[in-house]
């Protein structure tokens, strides 16, 4: 029996073990889960369960009363076990393998020491046995303590993801022993307890949905409260993958609180981020998830990463978008039903159609945020898909998600989704320009006709982003929204945030008008093209549209600074603000401090503090979250240097 344990043979005396599971205790025998983890060895092989129960409160906790490990690789402790009461969400098996989890990790980075004949056995006939059990009473950590209170409760550290019923891995039956240790030796399996949970999800839709509504989040809330199938024609939406789930944890680590973050193991929001994209892209390149759906998903998601671009020009949320789209496409989302023929479709069929809709529509409502905030050609053109015939994604197919928001009332519900078809409608009149845009790149291959049409296009471009204005203008006034000293207090918090995030994409495609008229006459002064307005004063008008649009973004931008709401902004913000930064900076330098000409255009570039200080407060916030942020202060400095 000492051999099966581990022991060694010798009659040496042994010191009582530190803790014990509730099964080893009943049976009155010796375990090593304070050694091995759980399960213990007793446990493990009679394939039950392995609880352990906490000690009575105490100032001080040791390492192995508290029955956990911590990887080499990362500060992030990982749970074995945990006291109390079950949730109800929870489940001791997949669905799918019918596994509890996987092994964890031990002090060494490596996985423990199990019967590998006897796991490979196991996986290959779809099922591992117990091998750590479901935790218990993951409600019980407060995500509003301060983590000093935390590690005194409970540590809010990581459990598998087989603990939630709710999530699932489509492909992890299909990948090899060594596949699987390594996703466990990187914590990819892993997800938070429930109350650090909690606060991403609901972040997530608080700040990340409203404008990339690619989830139905009623159906997830449902999925995600406890036991219970979704009505989807999807077999992949009864479940939620954790390659979605963990791109969802990423995109939203800047949102919560520092606290939170660091209950979870993280120092600081951007290396929370880089860990959480880390632990997504392995998910994906170890091909663990086969639903092009939750791909198509995921990889949205995933696009909100964009470090600096290499010596290639590559940037990974370029192929994140591509995969994004393509996976859309695998699913048949570019080709969705319309309003009447989902009409005479089953309920569960239209509601696929709906799903696919949001989909799509999320994947060119990025494609223009990407190709606007950096300036590169768009992915879905018109040779891709027709915007004419093809009803958009609209108000009515989002409504039905009013009445199941969990973190917005009903009035603040609708009218961001509100906002969100004034999104679609400003991405679908971007279309031309931006394709346009792309082609001055390639200035010496272009053929002059086309250069010539797109010239005179750009007073059809301007007459639909002034109607896209005038029409939402009588929905959300630009006057309301950017009102200072309060006067804007009859309007929800949240409205406001989006209302002029809709407003700076709105301005910015101005700025990106303009900048395209005023490249293409001194493009075609040199080539000698005889156009009536390239005129002196067609350009010197130009720079003044220009510089109105530059001045209404920065208006949004000391709204959402007096509120202090500029922290909620996407990623696109920090890119979006380059350009007025720019231009800011550059019109404070060329005046003379000691004039009066430059003390009268400071008072009027400013409402409670100086446009160029709040677009470099603006800029400031961006870069302590997001390491993107970086590079685009750096290209900012160098222009404004240049510039002088």
Not at 103 to 130: F, H, R, Y
Not at 225 to 243: I, M
Not at 246 to 265: D, H, I, Y
Not at 588 to 617: I, P, Q, W
Request: with cysteine; glycine share 4%.
């Amino acid at each position: 029996m000492d051999q099966i344990l581990g022991e060694p043979s010798h009659k040496a005396p042994r010191k009582r073990a530190a803790v014990a599971c509730l099964a080893c205790r009943t049976r009155k025998v010796r375990c090593d889960v304070a050694l091995r983890g759980s399960p213990c060895t007793h446990c493990f092989l009679d394939s039950v369960s392995c609880g352990v129960k906490t000690r009575a409160k105490r100032q001080m906790y040791c390492q192995t009363n508290c029955v956990c490990v911590r990887s080499n690789k990362s500060a992030r402790t990982r749970v074995l076990t945990l006291p109390g009461k079950r949730d109800p969400a929870l489940q001791s098996h997949s669905p799918s393998l019918g596994i509890s989890v996987l092994p964890q990790v031990n002090e060494s980075g490596s996985s423990p020491s199990i019967d590998i004949e006897t796991a490979e056995k196991a996986l290959a006939a779809g099922s591992l046995s117990s091998i750590v059990s479901a935790g218990e009473d993951l409600d019980s950590v407060s995500i509003d303590h301060p983590p000093h209170e935390v590690a005194e409760t409970l540590l809010s550290v990581p459990v598998h993801y087989t603990h939630y019923r709710f999530l699932e891995l489509g492909n992890l039956s299909k990948l090899s022993l060594k596949d699987i240790e390594y996703l466990e030796s990187q914590s990819c399996l892993c997800v938070p307890t429930r109350g650090v949970l909690d606060s991403f999800m609901q972040q997530y839709f608080r700040y990340v949905h409203p404008f990339l509504p690619i989830i139905h989040e009623g159906d997830f809330w449902e999925l995600y409260a406890g036991p219970g199938k979704s009505d989807s024609a999807d077999p992949n939406e009864t479940t939620v993958s954790l390659l979605l789930l963990q791109a969802m944890l990423f995109v939203s680590s800047n949102l919560v609180s520092l606290a939170t973050l660091q209950s979870f193991g993280f120092s600081s929001v951007r290396a929370a981020r880089r860990d959480l994209y880390t632990k997504a892209k392995i998910l994906y390149d170890l091909n663990a998830e086969v639903s092009s759906y939750q791909i198509s998903q995921a990889a949205l998601l995933l696009s909100y990463w964009c470090p600096p671009a290499d010596a290639m020009g590559y940037r990974p949320n370029y192929t994140w978008l591509t995969i994004a789209i393509q996976r859309a496409k695998d699913e048949g989302a570019h080709d969705y039903g319309e309003p009447k023929e989902c009409q005479q479709m089953g309920l569960v069929e239209a509601k696929w159609q709906n799903s696919i809709k949001r989909l799509w529509w999320c994947c060119v409502v990025r494609d223009r945020i990407l190709s606007l905030g950096l300036r590169r050609n768009i992915y879905i053109t018109h040779s891709d898909f027709d915007f004419t015939s093809k009803s958009p994604l609209s108000y009515t197919d989002l409504v039905d998600e009013v009445p199941k928001s969990r973190v917005y009332d009903t009035k603040s519900k609708s009218s961001l989704m509100r906002l969100m078809d004034r999104v679609v409608q400003l991405c679908i009149a971007l279309t031309d320009l931006l394709s346009a845009k792309a082609r001055l790149e390639h200035i010496n291959s272009l053929p002059e006709r086309l250069f010539s049409e797109d010239l005179q296009n750009t007073t059809k471009w301007e007459a639909k982003l002034s109607a896209w204005k005038n029409e939402t203008g009588q929905q959300f006034p630009l006057a309301d929204l950017c009102a200072s000293g309060g006067q804007h207090r009859h309007i929800p918090r949240h409205v406001i945030l989006f209302g002029n995030t809709l407003y700076m994409y709105y301005f910015s495609a101005v700025m990106c008008l303009r900048h395209y008229q005023i490249l293409c006459t001194e493009i075609a002064v040199p080539l000698g093209l005889a156009y009536s307005y390239l005129k002196t004063s067609y350009t010197a008008q130009r720079f003044q549209e220009l510089q109105e649009a530059t001045s209404g973004f920065t208006d949004c931008i000391i709204s959402l600074m007096e509120l202090q709401l500029t922290r909620w902004l996407p990623i696109s913000s920090a890119a979006f603000t380059a350009l007025p930064l720019i231009l800011q900076a550059i019109k404070c330098h060329m005046y003379d401090y000691d004039s009066n000409e430059f003390v009268e255009a400071y008072r009027e570039g400013t409402t409670k503090r100086n446009r160029l200080d709040a677009l470099l407060d603006a800029m400031q916030i961006f870069t302590v979250q997001y390491d993107e942020a970086e590079w685009i202060s750096a290209i900012t400095r160098q222009a404004i240097q240049h510039a002088r």
